[in-house]
């Protein structure tokens, strides 16, 4: 598990102040103490009752990832004791068949080239890593949303006495994408677009839950991304086909694994009838300040060494204040800063192209300076004309990688 238990996490203050809290849907984060010595036919340990949650009902990883099960407060759900679950992501199990072996077996759709989706076979869809044993236990993907939003409603009801903080992570539009029949060819985008189709329904379904028990007014929902769009990600879904002259990322440049904004910039919807009026918002405001803003709402105060990198910007969250951080640190390969203005990108030497997902990555042997405010899409390298500029955001930089000395590149 990658948040230790040690750790305190925004789940953790919720709770300390009061509020019932759950977790469900996606888990990308792990479960125990090291890889390969999981329990999955036992009490799974540690896991989200170890940082915080009271609830949890949770893929075991990612959609395309094994083992394919729920775990509902870390115990895998319909689990049959006499056929144990078996992981491994070095080698497989004998008498298993592989999706690079055997494309025959491969039902619903074929892993694309060169992106490793091609071991364990489930449900005809062929994943990463290795899976023998629970047959009982493993989800149906068409069934995917409708098991985890009944769980996300399920626990707003339960709870609709008291204060609660739900973290509701949904599977879609992740690989492999396999919407309901009842979304399929709706979208007339293929199975990417059917999936958005079935998100929409998903967040839908929670918002009239609200608003059946009376809790819409008084409701903080935050509606975000963890990174910007990639379409050729693993499967032959004929996502790429399909998009026509549509670019997901609009005017931005790059997408998922980019240093771009692209990659970075990500939708961010606050609601809260009662306090928050419609509008947009400029400010400049990062997922990380969630952690210290929220405290701030709750008048809850930071411990020392928790949360170091979150700020106090509720009042941007809220619409109140137009202004929020003076600059954000990002990172995708490279390191880059931003201000309302402009952005740095530091130089790196990584590969500029990811050619599985057909992605700009923004990694250059030279700096690279951008104006926001004229050049959102990022086409013109300013370096070489405002290198005053270039050095003040390159200080912010160096001076942020002295306070986080374990920072260490990714290259992907």
């Known amino acids: 598990m990658i948040i230790r238990p040690e750790q305190t996490t925004i789940a953790d203050m919720f709770k300390t102040s009061g509020y019932t809290t759950g977790a469900v849907g996606k888990w990308h984060l ?5 890889a390969g010595t999981q329990n999955w036919n036992g009490f799974i340990t540690p896991g989200l009752s170890d940082i915080g949650f009271d609830y949890s009902y949770i893929m075991a990883a990612t959609g395309d990832r094994v083992p394919c099960v729920f775990v509902e407060n870390q115990r895998v ?6 056929d144990p679950i078996q992981v491994s992501y070095e080698k497989p199990f004998p008498g298993e068949p592989l999706g690079k072996d055997h494309p025959e077996m491969l039902t619903v759709m074929k892993p694309s080239v060169n992106h490793g989706h091609d071991q364990a076979i489930v449900n005809g869809i062929s994943r990463i890593g290795y899976m023998k044993g629970g047959k009982q236990a493993l989800w149906k993907d068409e069934n995917i949303a409708d098991s985890i939003t009944c769980k996300a409603i399920k626990f707003i ?9 739900l973290y509701f992570a949904t599977n879609d539009i992740h690989v492999p994408r396999v919407p309901d029949p009842r979304f399929v060819g709706k979208s007339g985008m293929g199975a990417r677009g059917d999936a958005l189709l079935e998100f929409d329904w998903s967040v839908g379904e929670v918002m009239k839950t609200l608003q059946k028990l009376g809790l819409t007014e008084n409701t903080l929902i935050v509606l975000t991304s ?7 990600d693993g499967y032959q879904d004929r996502a790429v086909e399909l998009l026509g002259k549509h670019h997901p990322g609009g005017p931005f440049r790059g997408g998922k694994y980019s240093i771009f904004e692209a990659g970075t910039r990500i939708p961010f919807v606050v609601s809260w009838p009662a306090k928050v009026k419609s509008g947009i918002s400029n400010a400049l405001i990062s997922q990380i300040d969630l952690f210290a803003s929220l405290s701030a ?3 809850k105060e930071i411990k020392k060494g928790d949360a170091p990198d979150s700020q106090d910007y509720l009042s941007a969250f809220l619409g109140k204040a137009k202004k929020g951080r003076k600059y954000i640190v990002e990172q995708a390969g490279t390191l880059s800063v931003s201000t309302s203005e402009w952005k740095y990108i530091a130089p790196g030497n990584g590969p500029t192209y990811n050619k599985l997902t057909n992605t700009e990555l923004g990694n250059s042997k030279e700096p690279q300076l951008y104006n926001l405010k004229k050049d959102r899409g990022e086409k013109e390298n300013l370096a070489s004309k405002h290198t005053k500029e270039v050095e003040t955001l390159k200080a912010i930089l160096e001076k942020e990688k002295a306070l986080n000395p374990q920072y260490v590149p990714i290259t992907r």
């Open 157 to 165: 009801e339960d709870n609709k006495d008291h204060p609660f903080f």
């Open 77 to 82: 759900v319909n689990l049959d004791p006499n």
């Open 297 to 299: 709402l709750m008048g």
């Open 226 to 232: 963890d990174n910007g769009p990639v379409v050729d």
């Open 30 to 34: 792990g479960f125990g103490d090291k």
